[in-house]
């Protein structure tokens, strides 16, 4: 008991909005360097149209594709059999690119015989 009343005692009172005062002013100290006008200089409007755009994108894509379970799931679905069509084709073009030369389809012209 004597630890939490000395806590809410009027002298920790006192000092605690000063403190939170000075980390406020610290904060905002902080955020106005980085947006200062020195480092901002013709750049804030693209920088944030560009926020915007992504934003907007994001939020298109929320609303059209992850708002509802079903086009979550149905989104979920599709990715899976698109990205499996994908990496197999893509796993396949490489493997044939390493060995080429040695697959059976590359060289069977020098084993089959014509046919009479």
């Avoid at 379970?69 to 197999?88: P, Q």
Wanted: aromatic content about 8%.
């Amino acid at each position: 008991m004597a630890l939490a009343s000395t806590m809410y005692s009027p002298r920790c009172r006192k000092g605690a909005p000063g403190r939170v005062r000075r980390r406020r002013q610290e904060k905002m100290a902080l955020a106005s360097s980085m947006y200062s006008p020195r480092c901002r200089k013709g750049a804030p409007g693209r920088v944030r149209r560009r926020r915007q755009e992504k934003m907007a994108l994001a939020s298109s894509m929320y609303r059209l594709l992850f708002r509802r379970t079903s086009t979550f799931a149905l989104t979920i679905v599709v990715g899976a059999v698109v990205f499996e069509r994908v990496f197999d084709q893509g796993a396949d073009a490489l493997f044939e690119h390493l060995n080429r030369g040695k697959l059976w389809k590359h060289i069977k012209h020098k084993y089959e015989q014509p046919e009479e």
